[in-house]
């Protein structure tokens, strides 16, 4: 992994057990607010770097690639939509079965474009 990738990680990983304790807990602190408010920006900032990123990488990917990772991002987003769908049978809600399914699908399918380094990049 490059090293920017594990800082990003470990970033993630600590601002989401403070979102969690001050959620879970019910902090009602204006540090705690402002806490959960950036997190939430920060959320929304790595998803649009991350579908930048995607987009980024899948130019230098042979088309017999690039067709195997959709044709996996279309295979799990009908699995996920289906569980999703159907654990939730007697309430559908199709605008959060849908979100979860993309989400999981982008993840599993591209996860490594955008936080692993190609045999082709220089390790520094």
């Not at 594990?6 to 990983?13: C, D, N, S």
């Not at 690039?66 to 991002?73: E, P, V």
């Not at 999703?84 to 959060?96: A, Q, R």
Request: net charge positive; glycine share 4%; proline share 2%.
């Amino acid at each position: 992994m490059r090293k920017l990738s594990i800082v990003y990680l470990i970033i993630f990983t600590i601002t989401t057990i403070i979102t969690l304790f001050l959620v879970y807990k019910d902090v009602n602190h204006p540090f705690a607010t402002a806490m959960v408010r950036g997190y939430a920006i920060f959320l929304i900032l790595s998803l649009l770097c991350f579908i930048l990123a995607i987009l980024w990488k899948a130019q230098s990917l042979s088309r017999q690639e690039l067709q195997s990772r959709a044709g996996r991002f279309i295979l799990y987003f009908i699995i996920f939509f289906g569980l999703s769908f159907l654990l939730n049978f007697d309430e559908p809600n199709l605008y959060k079965s849908i979100s979860i399914a993309i989400g999981m699908s982008l993840g599993l399918s591209f996860f490594d474009l955008v936080l692993l380094s190609t045999k082709s990049e220089p390790s520094k």
